[in-house]
């Protein structure tokens, strides 16, 4: 990348404004894990620990990007969600600028080029995560720079550009726990590379993997040495491989909103893509065909990633599967749809020209089309309502928050606070409070029955079927309401005698 890709370039700064049309409205989108993330990064901050706003330490997400948001807070001093879509701006404009620049090395026609950034530029896939304070924003831009240093290794096969590959996979690994894919993506194109001899091959594999394997080593060691555990408490999956197969069917719904309606037909094209894609892969090793390109690197990534979300959704428990958690798949896949479709109809173009350019160009429109709406759709609600998180025009003036903001500093000091979103609760009042237990944890249901007086916040436009319900509390605990209004309430519990 030694010059500057204009179409790529230019192409990156349509990608940071069109962020910033999105989010402008009431800056970046805040979900519970966002205010986890933020929370940590103000720790580092402002104090110099890996701490989140309730004096918990950081152990259910890694620790790289809290770290990076504190870095932006260091060079902007300000704060994540004010300079979030600032920074969301940038990391998109660099992921599309990387996929330009692969692109132009796969193949030169600009007009394939551009094609790949339109799919990017108005995906809803990518803007559903570059307008929210997550941190998949920044592992996606992580998987496109192990491609371009993969790339590198392979062309200049020795040991420093193995250990910068080793090391962005490494600080992929503690950016999401999910970035081991690319520890096993780049172990299994090294080791199955066909010309390199099992002398060479052996050794950098090793290398690779305890070089990037480090990073989440030591992450995991400092988790169980602080709280036992090494990712937090885990629960056992509720979905079967199958069920989750099916979610996969419904993301690529969401992929290709022209599939809209038809989860089943979408669920039987997702496995048969993903067993297809297997069957090529072993076969491009077997015959040693474009083994060491881009656009074999970028569907390895993409197939090992897709299996490891679909079988560790069926052995722990987390969201079920949606956008967000395959989303680092999105733009790999689609630099290779649009790379084969491009190479497809340059094939072509010899024996039918008119039929190849109406057909792929139709196919072609549509996918856009379909994009195009439902991005425009996204748009008008957040520019109405706001992204829908803790940051939009709902939470904004909800009349609990307003009475929490107001009286924050009436709790009696010492007395435990309970709430049904405790994110909510701190992102918009600044309130530390801790949360419900969850039903399946029973540990932690029987504390908090023992507990004794203590104080609820209630968000009523909070549904979480996971942690206990008001009967529940209601059932084993007097429940003297502080202040209600139509979407929460505050509560005095005592237990009942």
């Not at 660099?94 to 094609?115: P, T």
């Not at 390109?293 to 897709?306: H, K």
């Not at 024996?351 to 089309?369: A, D």
């Amino acid at each position: 990348m030694k010059k500057i890709d204009l179409d790529s370039f230019i192409a990156a700064i349509i990608g940071f404004f069109v962020v910033y049309l999105f989010t402008h409205h009431s800056s970046i989108g805040v979900s519970p894990d966002s205010v986890v993330y933020t929370s940590v990064a103000r720790n580092i901050y402002y104090h110099h620990v890996l701490e989140a706003y309730n004096h918990m330490p950081l152990v259910d997400f890694p620790v790289f990007y809290p770290i990076f948001l504190s870095f932006t807070m260091f060079l902007s001093h300000l704060d994540p969600v004010v300079s979030g879509g600032v920074i969301n701006g940038i990391l998109f404009g660099l992921l599309i600028y990387m996929c330009g620049h692969i692109m132009k090395q796969i193949m030169r026609s600009r007009m394939v080029k551009w094609a790949l950034f339109c799919g990017l530029l108005i995906s809803p896939a990518l803007l559903d995560i570059y307008t929210m304070l997550w941190s998949e924003t920044l592992f996606i831009v992580l998987t496109f720079v192990f491609f371009l240093l993969t790339a590198w290794y392979f062309k200049r096969p020795a040991l420093f550009p193995l250990l910068c590959m080793a090391i962005c996979a490494g600080l992929s690994c503690i950016t999401r726990y999910a970035g081991v894919t690319l520890i096993g993506t780049g172990c299994l194109l090294i080791f199955f590379h066909p010309v390199y001899r099992m002398k060479k091959k052996l050794p950098h594999s090793i290398i690779f993997g305890l070089v990037s394997t480090s990073f989440l080593i030591a992450n995991l060691v400092r988790n169980a040495l602080i709280t036992g555990t090494l990712t937090g408490n885990r629960e056992k999956s509720l979905t079967s491989f199958w069920a989750n197969m099916h979610l996969y069917g419904e993301v690529l719904c969401y992929w290709l909103p022209f599939l809209k309606g038809h989860e089943t037909p979408a669920t039987f094209l997702a496995f048969a893509s993903l067993v297809l894609t297997i069957f090529v892969l072993v076969w491009r090793i077997r015959t040693n065909y474009n083994h060491d390109s881009y656009q074999n690197i970028a569907m390895v990534f993409g197939t090992v990633y897709i299996l490891f979300i679909v079988l560790s959704a069926s052995i722990s428990r987390y969201e079920p599967i949606n956008n967000r958690l395959l989303s680092p798949a999105y733009a790999p896949w689609l630099l290779v749809v649009v790379y084969l479709t491009g190479r497809l109809s340059f094939k072509l173009m010899f024996v039918r020209k008119t039929f190849t350019i109406v057909l792929l160009s139709s196919l072609f429109l549509i996918f856009i089309c379909s994009q195009a709406m439902e991005s425009y759709a996204m748009y008008r609600e957040y520019n109405n309502w706001g992204i829908p998180g803790y940051t939009d025009d709902g939470w904004k003036t909800s009349p609990i928050v307003q009475y929490l903001q107001q009286h924050r500093n009436s709790f009696t000091p010492g007395q435990p606070v309970y709430s049904n979103a405790h994110e909510a609760a701190y992102f918009n009042t600044g309130i530390a409070s801790e949360s419900l237990p969850h039903v399946v944890d029973k540990e932690d249901v029987e504390t908090f029955d023992s507990t004794g007086a203590h104080y609820l916040i209630w968000f009523e436009n909070v549904n979480d079927t996971d942690l206990v319900s008001q009967e529940y509390i209601k059932a084993r605990k007097q429940m003297q309401p502080v202040f209600t209004t139509a979407d929460g309430a505050v509560y005095w519990c005592t237990n009942k005698k």
